[in-house]
């Protein structure tokens, strides 16, 4: 009965995790991930996942297809005086 109850759990964790793979910024802003798709940097690999992106502190965003998906965020501006 564990390895059912297991396995229930990977299938729900699998689930939850592939609902949300578009437009993910964890720790990084809306602003800082709205690179246009030409001008993406890819900063994943082959079937990298959005928390694995986010993790190398990268955007995530697969609405586009046939452009990076995990990409280089763009660099907030620093004010001098």
Known sequence: MEARTFWLLVVVVLALGSSSSTGQYV???????????????????PEVTPEQCNNRGCCFDSSIPGVPWCFKPLQEAECTF
């Open 27 to 45: 720790g990084l802003s809306a602003n800082q991930c709205a690179v246009p798709a030409k001008d993406r940097v890819d900063c994943g690999y």
